[in-house]
């Protein structure tokens, strides 16, 4: 497998970076980006490119299975149209890219309860996304609609906050599909997929889901 990942310097890609490097059968990562990840390793190669610009990078985009781990939040981008162009834009450039180039699978992080049409901006912009792309013809595209993502080291305190809550909520007894997910565990479901991608065009894996792959 020649491996290809957007968003490898946030918290998912870097639980999948090693996992991806410690798979006998990927034979090489290439990582698209801002920065390049700090994970290093003989089977990495990092592209740094400006995402607003395909012209420059679309040609070097070449690899049998996109993994997009690209997403921001809307403090972090300063405001709906900055995310939008990240959560939104640059997933759908990259995976355009990839699939002119014959990439045959991609396996997106997108969020619980996306929706196209709904009221609320971030779930409708995962929910315009996952429709765009379906529209690509990839032969296997693979969803995965996580609950709320427990990410190590995290400053957030708003995040520790709500990952507290659900875990308490979760515990006693409510909502136990929401229990919160290390991304640790989130990059494992992902490769297992990646490896072995379901008989469906198009597979969305919601969290009950998503924690049975790991079993």
């Not at 090693?18 to 801002?34: K, M, N």
């Not at 609950?147 to 875990?167: D, M, Y």
Request: aromatic residues 8%; hydrophobic residues 45%; neutral net charge.
């Amino acid at each position: 497998m020649q491996a290809l990942i957007i968003g490898a310097t946030g918290a998912t890609g870097q639980a999948l970076l090693p996992l991806l490097a410690d798979t006998p059968q990927v034979a090489q990562i290439h990582s698209f980006g801002r920065r390049a990840p700090a994970f290093a390793h003989e089977k990495l190669h990092s592209h740094i490119i400006d995402f607003a610009r395909p012209q420059t990078w679309a040609e070097r985009v070449r690899g049998d299975t996109v993994f997009a781990c690209l997403g921001t939040t809307l403090q972090d981008a300063g405001g709906k149209e900055a995310q939008w162009q990240v959560d939104y834009e640059a997933n759908l450039a990259f995976a355009r890219a990839a699939r002119q180039n014959d990439a045959q699978t991609l396996v997106l992080v997108s969020a619980f309860g996306a929706d196209a049409h709904s009221r609320f901006f971030y779930p409708r912009m995962k929910g315009a996304l996952e429709a765009a792309l379906a529209e690509l013809g990839f032969p296997h595209l693979v969803i995965f609609r996580p609950p709320l993502l427990i990410r190590p080291g995290s400053t957030r305190v708003s995040e520790r906050f709500f990952v507290h809550c659900a875990n308490f909520i979760t515990a006693a007894g409510l909502f136990k599909s929401q229990r919160p997910l290390h991304v640790a565990e989130l990059a494992e479901a992902m490769l297992s997929t990646a490896l072995n991608p379901p008989a469906e065009r198009v597979q969305v894996y919601q969290p009950e889901e998503i924690r049975a792959l790991l079993k």
